[in-house]
Each structure stands twice: as C-alpha cells, then as structure tokens.
C-alpha cells in the first residue's frame, strides 16, 4: 500500500521522492519512536497529568495543539483522518490526560490508542461509522428565561458526548449528528441546568432555564435594574438581591422588614430604610429609596406591597446601578420584582394558601415608669403649698381666690380656670366643708385607684393580627398568569380601634410568537380603619385617682373634667356647674371615657390602583423594543364624627350657649368633619434594547428610551358640618361672623366682662377658626420627561465597561438653561478576575470579580419651584361677607435645580471553595452638593431667608457581606450570612448661623465640618450642695469659661439665667445620633423536615439621650420625682422637683434649666444595641395526605419577634426607639420597649 504524509504535531514524515517507504523501514522507525517516547515517562506518571481546556467549535487539531502545549504528549495521525472529525466544544478544568482524550473521542469516528508519550490516532471499521450515521441527526430549538425573553451563549450539550453548540442571539440553537435516542444537557452561568431528551425529535421547541439557586443563597443570579436585566458577570454596579427563598424563610409583614439585615449598606434605624447614609437636608424629599415595581417608578410606599407577591427585591446602591433613575436616585433604588411572568416547558398551575397570626405583648404600666397614685397626690398637694407661699397667700386664701366663676374673669375669657378633684376637696377641708376623716377617707380610696391601670384594662385588649392569602399560579410555554388575593384583619391594642386590608392583584405574560409578546397587570388595594381620638388615647388624661367603674361595673361619672386642646383653651369648674345648673340652653359636663370613646370615632377609607402593560417586540438580530405603561389612582376618605353626645360637642355648644335660650348659635345635632385626597400618577416609557455576541469574544448590550411622567395631588380638606345628623343626613350652615361677633358677645359663661370696648373683646378668639369653617383645596401638578441611554461591552466574559446618561426635564427646575439640562450619567468596569490563566491554579477560586464605577444622581424637592407661589384665602370674622385675599407661600427660586450627589464605589465579589464562601466587599463615597437649605437673603427682596441650592454633605463608608452554607450532607444543612455596614457623614457647606446653643441642641441647626445629625450637650456640673434648702439639689449647667447658669444673691436667692445666655460654644459635641455602623447575622439550620433561623442585629457607634427628669412638670407624674433630691433625701443625683426651689423663682428660667438638664452631658449616653430580631422555627409535614388532596407541600411556622436586646445604654432602655426628638417632653419620657411579637404559619401548596 501507499502511503500518504503522516503528521506528529510538531513534526512531519513525507514519503521518500520516487517512490514508497518499504513498509519493514516505517515499522522499524516507528518502533524506535515508539521506544524512544516509552523511555522519556514514566507512564503512569504521565496519566496523572491535569489539563485544562475551553474550546467552542473547535477542530480536533486545534484541540490536539492545545493538549501539547498542556502535556509532552505527540499525536500521530493521518491528515484524511482529522478532516472527517465533528467539531469539539469542551469545558474542561483540571481533568486526567485520558479522561479528557474519552471525552475528545466519544461520538467521534476515529478512536485513539496511548503509546508511551504518542497518542496514535486512527478511524473506526466502516461499519462501525455506518451505524452512527444512521443513528444521528439534525436538532434545532429555542432558549428562554422564565420570563420569556430569548437565551443567548447557552451551552448545549450532547450528554455522552462532545457534540455541542451555543444557541445565538435570539436564544435559536441547531445541533448536528445527534443521536435520535440522545439526552441534551443544556447549562450556562448562573441558571440551572437542564435535561431534555431528543426522542427522535428534530424539533426541540421552546426550553426554559431557571436561575441558579445553591441552599437558598444566590449563587449566581440576573440583576434587575428595572431598565434592563443583566447577568451578574457583566454587572458593574453595587446592588444586593434579596429572592423568594429568603423571604420565605421567615415572616415577614412589611418590605421594611425584609431589608433589614439582608442588604448591606440598607439601615432601617428605627423603622426607616436608609441606602447608604442621608443625602438631602430637605424633610420634603426626605430619605426614603425609590421605588419601582415591575421595572416601572411608583407613588407607593415600601410598605403597602404584599410580600407574598414578591419574587425578588434588588437594592441598587451606586450611581452605576441607580442613575438611569435620574433625580429620583440619590437616595439609592429599591426594584421590586413581583411573582408570575414565569415560563415552563409544561403546562402547570399551583395553588398556594398562607394564613399567618401575629399576637403583639402589650406595655405593662410599670414601662411608663409613671409615679404612683398616692405620689402624685402628694406631689400635687405640696404644689398648692407652694404655689401660695409664692402668692404670699395662705392655701385656703390661694385656693379661694383662684377658683373663677361667671362674672369674675376680669379682661379675657381664659382666666376662668380649672379645678381638679384634690383641689376642691383640699380647699373644701380647708374651709371646714368636710372634716379631717373625710378629707383623710376620700385621699385613701383615691390612693387605691389608678386610672391608667383601669383604662389599660377596660381599653386595651391583646393586638391579634390575622392575615390569608390565596394565590394561583398558572403557566406554560407561551404563557404564566399569577393572581393573589389577601385580607388582612389587624387588630388594634385599643379595642374600639380596627383596621383591615384587602389587596387583589394579576400579572399575566403572553407570548403570541417569536417577535411578540405582552404584559398586563393591575393591583388594586383597599384600608379601612376606624380611629379614636389621640386625646383619648392618652393614659394621662385624667387625674389618675379617676375611677372609670364602680365594683359593681357600672360607670362613673366625673362631673366634668379638663382637656386641653379640645376647648380651644377654656375651662370649666364647680363655680361655673353651679351658676348654670337648671339653665335650658346648657348640656351636661358629665364625663366617662368608655362613652367618649365610642362617641367620638375617626373612620378612614383609602382605595389604591395599579395597573401596568408593557408590550415587547423582538425585532431580531439582538434587536428588542418595548412600550410600556402604568397608571395608578388612589383615594382617601375620612370622617370624623363627634356625636351629639360627645363631650367635645356638648363643650361647644354651651361655649357658645347665650341668655336666651332660643337663640343657640350651634345647632343640637353633632359635627362632621369630612376629608378626601385623590391622587393619580402616569408613566409612558418606549425603550429600544441590543443585545447582541460577536464570536465568543465579545458581547455589546445598549438601552435607549424615551419616559413620560406624571403626577397629580388634590386636596379638598375640611368640608364641615354643625347640627350633623348621621340618620337623616341634615346639617346646619354656619359662619363664623355670627359666632364671632354674636355668638361670642352673647356668651353666657365666657363674656360677662362688662364695659369692655369692642377691641378687646374682639381680642379674646372663642370664635371657631376658619379652617373648621371652610373648605381649602389645592392642587399639585408635577410632570417629568426624561431621554436615557445605558450601554455596556463584554470582552471574552473577562472584562466588562458599562455607560449610562439620562437628562431630565420637570416643571420643578429652574428657568435658567445652565441648570435645566444638566446630565445625569455613569460609567463602570468590571474585572472577573478567576476567568484569568493564571487563576487556574487556584482551583478553589470559583468568582473573584473587580467592579469600580463613578457617577452622578440626583433629587429634586416637590415643594419649592422657580415661580411665585400664592394661596387664596377667605376672612370671614369681621364682616358678614367672606372676604378673600391672598398670602404668599413660597418665593420665587429661578436658579432652583435638582440636588446632585457624586458617587465613587469600589468593590469585590468572591466565591470560593465550590460555593462554601461568599460575599462582597464594597466602599464607597458620595458627595452631595446643591443641596436645598436656608439662607439669608436681602430685605429688598421680601424675604429673610429663601431655600435655595446652598448646602453640601459628603457620606463615606464600606460594606462587608460573608455567606456560608459550611456544613451539609443528607440530613444537615447549616449556613451563616454576615452583613456589615459603615457610614459617615459630613457636612461640608450650609449657610446656617448658629448663634445661641439652643440652635444646636434644640433646633438642629446644620454646622460646617459636623455630621447631619450630630449631637450637642450642655456641660453638666453635677447638683449644688452644701447650702441651704433652697440653695442645693440645683442642677449646674456651666458655660466654657466655666461660669454657671444659677447663681446665689447675697441673701442666698437663686437666681436663673434664660438659655438665650449660652452661646453654641458653651456645648460640647457628643457624636452623631444616626448609627455609624449596622450589621447582622443570619443563622439558618436545616435537619431532615426542620428549619430553624434567626437574625441578630447590631446599630452602633452613635449617640443618644436617655431619659431624665423634666423637674419643671408640676404634675408629678414622673417616677423620678420620688428618685430625686429632697431634704431628706440629700445623697441624690437628681435634681430636686419645683416644690423644693424658692416660691419666686421664675417659671420660664427653670422651664429652661430643665431642658438644659435634659440635653446635658449627663444623660447623654452610647447607643449602641444587639437586638435579636427574630427567630423562627419551620416544620416540612411528610407527603402522607391522600393523592386526591393534591397538596403538594404543606409547611407550619413558629416565629417570635424582637425577644431579647442588649442595650450599651443600660438594661432598663430600648435604645432602639428611645426619642431623639428636640421637645423636652420626649426625650424625658421612657419609650416603651420594643413589643414582642409571636406568629404561627401555615403554607399549603396545591
């Protein structure tokens, strides 16, 4: 025989000229070589050899040239040989030299045999090849997601085999010589893999993959910007992703909830999220993220979604990943992906019922850390005492000469007073009306009361919520349609309080061909609530020796009591019962809470619409257009009626009650108060999408798109009605000249000042304000028209460089063009650095991605505007006709602009070791400038102080993110995940000008160089001592030069210095008051059916007040009165209560001493806490319910939320919820504690 070139990789043999090689020379030198190639290895050394190989398509040669580069390995073969090889793509790392050459061979029709260091490569008999052939075909087919949408680069396999190809960019693949009985293994990063089998099918059709999911934790899964999706490997933004899985591990009411500690850099510090640290003075704007749902912005809150319609929520941190959102961003964007939408490769419908119950633990009393009944009767008789040493006067004298009647008011109305219970009987034993034993028998059965037990008792019940939740599920190939249905019943811990919900939605997607698809949806909400009034919700309402009931349950009834804010200032007291007792035109002043709560009830109604489309158009060659759109309406009802019988209407009308009568100005009936908002919004977004591989080298994605918004606000607030019958539906009109100027004249009790000109009884306001009069509407219009464009290029999956720019226009700006088309733009890259050669030997390196990005977002304040702003209002007091006239509400600001925020970030994303660890590491800083502040303007323009684009604030900070699921086998599933967030903040321009201490440490004035929130304290000195009575138990607060607020005459009088005496300099800076640092530890474990996980939470490195005596407070209700300093009780640090200073000293001043008291070093303590927030434990029930049933899975969950908190501030103090407010009253009021929570779950799948 002839034979033809014989090639060795590396070299060639060619026969000689002339004619052919002999055949005993060819086997000579072979067998040399061959023995030769034998000597130079060992040969099992050899097989031991590791290879790593990455060919798409490739020639079996070009496979041949890679293994020698790999390997001392030569191939002998004969060229006629390779050309009939089918073409090899292998995916390969770390693999045994034969294991990798069966892998090579298998489906091939040649075969290979290992001589010593030669692989000698030859073609099968012919029959053998002749069965393959028969046996092989052509297949083709589509590759989607779950929502439809095309596949591309997705890996399809022959299994067995190295037959493979990659589907395109429309998700279309075609696979050559496939065997008819083959199975097909079609896999790609980050989805699952999957198996189809070929069955002598040419025609695959439509195959769907799932995202990859390992243990609940994602892997590696598509980031969702709401614009476009994107692969994590080609994502250069920092985001977190928070799926299905983990917000089915625990319960969870609210998406608040659900954020906290499972995004990092997310702070939800007393129940507000925070991306990444404040970045807006303005309380307009506020802090709260954007949101989109379903890819589109919505008006909505985080918390009136459904969690059980939630499939994913992606936080999206940087500028890189939020400015395509424009000035809507800087506060970072929260993207809700709800359920369905979903594809399958076969017709499926589930059926889902969820019913959860919450039961709240209600405050004990002993948590209001409120005095005793007998101590604030001691307290408040030692305050009569004193009040009349501070007269000069006796008690009996002080006590008869306060108490007003009809007649004796002198110049204003307000001078009739009140008179509590103890003050009558005090002065009724005083003047020898009831003896010593009845005066001592009635303080000792009031000892033994305690209304703000009673009411707890009577009032109060158990908060139960309940919730129930149905969902269908319903999908296939060309279409998936999700509806839910959820009621809501949440019991209130006032049991003449309700509220409820209930929440409907559908999301259907339709896929009608290849090039087009659509999605609708609509989501409709309804709250029904039904209020008290605050008033009556206060447990100091009454003194609290009221009884509410007798012993045998039946009421008892205050002849009339005192509170404030429901007369408008006036009271009542026996002198007044007494003149008008058997007067017609009067109503009882009778009182009894359990009648007052039921007459007075506020009912809400707030009703909620969503509805989207969204239609997409594949228009090929990468090439996808979509149209979308959504409208959202909701509206707001409220009623507040104060029946006939309320005491707040019976108040009314005998506030206005005259002489005659016959001549009633408020009409017998009751009042209702009526209020409706309405709001709708409107986006329309067109978007043109590519996306599109060049080879295997390069991947290049686009967006561009046009977007419309709109939104609407109106406002007819106050539509009041007198004489109101709930039954027949009539009212009374009233205007307030009549009451003012007839009504208030003619008052019985309030206006028999006689000889007063006119001027001064027009100065005396009884009259009923306008605002409770007429109607006020407003309206807001704000429309927004944004052009964006993202793109983004992918050189060999290894390197990654992302663009965006958007400009927005808003009726919002400015009219200056330097300021009204200013960009908002990004860009960032990304390296995924274990792709690399040289990783490849860091086989336990499974991700180490680089990403690095610099942008610019922005904000924009809804409540200030380029153009003067006027309200119209009407004055009906001094004239019969209303008279309008108009006020100015806003200046004009035509250099207004959006507040715009530079943000730099640097990070990494790692797995390693197969998965086992994970996480992230990012740092980053923003910069936020033009922020709106005041400032001080020239008096020629009008104003003092106009907001405008004055300040700027930067925040820095890293995040941290470990997850490990470190132990697993059959039976055990154990996995951590560590969340850990640092943010500070730095104000870097305002044009405030703090120039009294009570600018920093009350009304939170901005300074240079300072956090937002920091905190200032007065320098606390401790307590005089060493003096006389009066002289020690006074608080020293001290200026920095060391002179103090009180000083002592030579006589020994105290005397007090007004706050407006210390300067911001007197202060010392404690801190920031917001947490520098958040973080949290997940802890899930799985054995067989269990499930058991819980979260711990840490805020620290701020600051806080804790609560403190308010020693001003006549009242006495504190407990720390019986804590403080005292005669006999000289060894206290607290200080003394008003009993115990001199009866001259000025009201104002120690008003002001105590708030200095307050806010002082002293009671200024770390806010640092670990707070487990929640642990729950979960039960798989076994599959042993009847097939008929056809439930699929049934789980049961236990829950307790919020048992146990450490607290750096000390055992007794939630520092969680504990008051930062400016008022005095809040901070030294103890907040109760965090309420503990237990849930019970059941989840049944049909």
Same mark, same amino acid.
């Given at each position: ?598 007459? /007075?009830?506020?009912?809400? $109604? #707030?009703? *909620?619409?969503?509805?989207? =489309?969204? &239609?997409?158009? @594949?228009?090929? +060659? ?123 004249? /003619?008052?019985?009790?309030? $206006? #028999?000042? *006689?000889?007063?000109?006119? =001027?001064? &009884?027009?100065? @005396?306001?009884? +009259? ?479």
């Amino acid at each position: 025989m002839k034979l033809k070139d014989i090639s060795v990789v590396g070299w060639k043999l060619a026969p000689p000229i002339g004619g052919a090689l002999p055949k005993t020379k060819l086997a000579m030198k072979l067998t040399a070589v061959f023995l030769l190639s034998g000597t130079l290895l060992v040969h099992a050394n050899a097989f031991s050899q590791k290879v790593s190989l990455h060919q798409k398509n490739s020639s079996l040669k070009t496979v041949f040239d890679a293994l020698k580069k790999q390997t001392k390995y030569q191939f002998f073969y004969e060229p006629e040989v390779l050309n009939k090889a089918i073409p090899i793509s292998l995916h390969i790392k770390d693999s045994e030299f034969k294991e990798v050459l069966d892998e090579c061979f298998r489906g091939q029709p040649m075969s290979y045999s290992i001589i010593g260091n030669t692989v000698v490569v030859k073609l099968k008999p012919k029959a053998e090849q002749r069965n393959a052939i028969i046996q092989e075909m052509v297949v083709s087919g589509r590759t989607v997601n779950t929502k439809g949408e095309p596949l591309s680069g997705i890996t399809i396999l022959e299994k067995g085999t190295r037959n493979a190809t990659a589907s395109d960019d429309n998700g279309h693949f075609t696979l050559k010589k496939v065997k008819v009985d083959a199975t097909l293994l079609f896999s790609s990063v980050g989805m699952l893999s999957k198996e189809v089998g070929v069955n002598n099918n040419q025609n695959m059709g439509t195959i769907t993959l799932e995202p990859k999911v390992i243990l609940g934790e994602e892997i590696i899964i598509e980031v969702n910007t709401g614009y476009q999706t994107l692969s994590r490997e080609r994502s250069t933004g920092a985001y977190d992703i928070i799926d299905k899985s983990k917000i089915e591990k625990r319960i969870f009411t609210n998406v608040t909830e659900i954020l906290e500690g499972q995004a990092a850099g997310v702070s939800a510090y007393k129940g507000a999220p925070v991306v990444r640290g404040i970045s807006t003075f303005s309380s307009n704007i506020g802090n709260d993220p954007l949101l989109v749902i379903d890819g589109l912005p919505t008006e909505r809150n985080l918390d009136d979604i459904n969690v059980t319609d939630i499939e994913t929520i992606t936080v999206l941190k940087d500028a890189a990943a939020s400015s395509i959102y424009g000035v809507r961003a800087a506060n970072g964007v929260v993207v809700i992906t709800t359920k369905g939408g979903n594809l399958t490769d076969q017709n499926k419908t589930a059926v889902q019922f969820t019913s959860d119950w919450r039961r709240i633990e209600n405050p004990s009393l002993a948590d209001y850390h409120y005095a005793s009944t007998k101590g604030i009767i001691d307290y408040q008789l030692a305050t009569y005492k004193r009040n009349a040493d501070k007269a000069n006067q006796s008690e009996l004298d002080y006590l008869t000469n306060n108490l007003k009647g009809i007649g004796q008011a002198g110049s204003t109305s307000n001078s009739i007073n009140y008179y509590s219970p103890l003050q009558m009987t005090r002065l009724q034993y005083l003047n020898a009306e009831i003896s010593k034993k009845d005066y001592d028998n009635a303080l000792s059965e009031w000892a033994k009361n305690d209304y703000r037990q009673e009411y707890m008792d009577l009032a109060w019940q158990t908060p139960f919520r309940q919730s129930y939740n149905l969902s269908i599920n319903s999908s296939g190939k060309s279409q998936s349609t999700f509806a839910s249905l959820n009621y809501i019943k949440d019991g209130q811990q006032n049991r003449f309080e309700k509220n409820q919900y209930i929440k409907g939605y559908i999301k259907s997607t339709q896929v009608l061909n290849e090039w087009f698809s659509f999605d609708i949806g609509s989501d409709i909400q309804y709250n029904g609530r039904q209020n008290i009034s605050s008033v009556y919700g206060n447990l100091n309402l009454l003194e609290p020796y009221t009884a509410i009931l007798d012993e045998n349950g039946d009421k008892i009834y205050r002849d009339y009591v005192d509170i404030i804010g429901m007369q408008g200032g006036l009271h009542v007291n026996p002198k007044i019962l007494s003149a008008i007792n058997g007067q017609p035109q009067f109503e009882s002043y009778r009182f009894n809470i359990l009648d007052e709560l039921k007459d /007075n009830q506020t009912n809400q $109604n #707030n009703y *909620t619409i969503r509805s989207f =489309a969204r &239609l997409n158009f @594949n228009l090929g +060659k990468g090439f996808r257009f979509s149209t979308s759109g959504e409208y959202e309406f909701g509206k707001a009802n409220m009623e507040e009626f104060r029946s006939r019988d309320s005491y707040f209407y019976r108040f009314l009308r005998n506030k206005f009650a005259t002489k005659d009568p016959a001549n009633s100005i408020i009409p017998i009936g009751g009042r209702m108060q009526m209020e409706e908002t309405s709001r709708n919004s409107w986006v329309w977004r067109n978007q043109l999408d590519y996306n599109r591989s060049f080879g295997n080298d390069h991947q290049v994605t686009a967006t561009g798109g046009l977007e419309l918004r709109e939104i609407n606000i109106n406002i007819p607030t106050n539509a009041l009605y007198y004489g109101y019958d709930p039954i027949a539906l009539t009212y009374t009109q009233l205007n307030n000249y009549d009451i003012y100027h007839v009504g208030y004249r /003619n008052s019985y009790i309030y $206006n #028999n000042a *006689t000889g007063l000109p006119d =001027a001064v &009884l027009d100065g @005396n306001n009884i +009259k009923i304000a306008d605002s409770d009069m007429y109607p006020s509407l407003s309206a807001v219009k704000n429309r927004y028209v944004g052009l964006y464009a993202v793109s983004g290029y992918t050189y060999k999956g290894k390197y990654s460089a992302t663009g965006s720019v958007r400009v927005d226009q808003t009726n919002l700006f400015g009219t200056d063009p330097k300021y009204r088309y200013r960009s908002l733009w990004s860009a960032g890259l990304k390296w995924n650095i274990a792709k690399e050669g040289f990783m490849h030997a860091l086989n336990w390196v499974d991700i180490l991605d680089f990403r690095a990005s610099y942008g610019l977002t922005g904000n924009v304040d809804q409540t200030t505007t380029p153009f003067l702003v006027a309200s119209l209002s009407n004055q009906s007091s001094y004239t019969a006709q209303s008279i309008p006239y108009a006020s100015i509400s806003s200046a004009p600001n035509p250099m207004l602009r959006w507040e715009k925020t530079t943000s730099y970030n640097v990070g990494f994303d790692y797995s390693l070791l197969k998965g086992k660890l994970s996480g992230k590491l990012d740092l980053y800083y923003k910069n936020s400038e033009d922020l709106l502040g005041s400032k001080e303007v020239h008096f020629t323009s009008g104003y003092t102080t106009q907001r405008v684009n004055s300040g700027a604030m930067r925040n820095t900070g890293f995040e941290i993110t470990v997850g490990s699921p470190w132990f697993k086998n059959k039976e055990w599933v154990v996995s951590s995940t560590l969340l850990f967030a640092y943010n500070k903040n730095k104000i870097t321009k305002t044009y405030y000008n703090p120039t009294q201490a009570s600018h920093l440490a009350i009304s939170g004035y901005l300074v240079n160089g300072m956090p937002y929130d920091a905190l200032y304290a007065y320098r606390y000195g401790g307590i005089t001592s060493g003096g006389t009575e009066y002289q020690n138990g006074v608080p020293i607060i001290e200026r920095a030069d060391g002179t103090t607020m009180h000083h002592f005459q030579e006589d020994g009088t105290l005397l007090l210095d007004g706050s407006s005496s210390m300067s911001p300099q007197d202060l010392t800076y404690m801190g920031t008051k917001t947490p520098l640092v958040n973080a949290s530890l997940i802890q899930n474990i799985r054995y067989k059916n269990f499930e058991l996980s819980a979260m711990f939470l840490y805020y620290g490195g701020h600051k806080m007040y804790r609560p403190s005596f308010a020693f001003n407070s006549t009242d006495g209700n504190e407990d720390w009165v019986a804590k403080s300093w005292t005669p006999e009780n000289t060894s206290s640090t607290v200080p003394k209560a008003p009993i115990y200073y001199e009866p001259n000293i000025s009201v104002v001043n120690l008003g002001s001493l105590a708030g200095m008291y307050i806010r002082s070093t002293e009671n200024v303590v770390k806010g640092d806490f670990i707070r487990l927030r929640n642990i729950s434990l979960s039960y798989h029930l076994p599959q042993v319910f009847p097939h008929s049933l056809k439930i699929e899975r049934v789980k049961i969950t236990g829950q307790i939320n919020n048992p146990w908190i450490w607290s750096a501030a000390g055992k007794s103090i939630d520092a969680e919820i504990q008051s930062s407010a400016s008022n005095t009253a809040s901070l030294s009021n103890w907040a109760l504690p965090t309420a503990k929570s237990y849930f019970i779950r059941l989840d049944i799948i049909f």
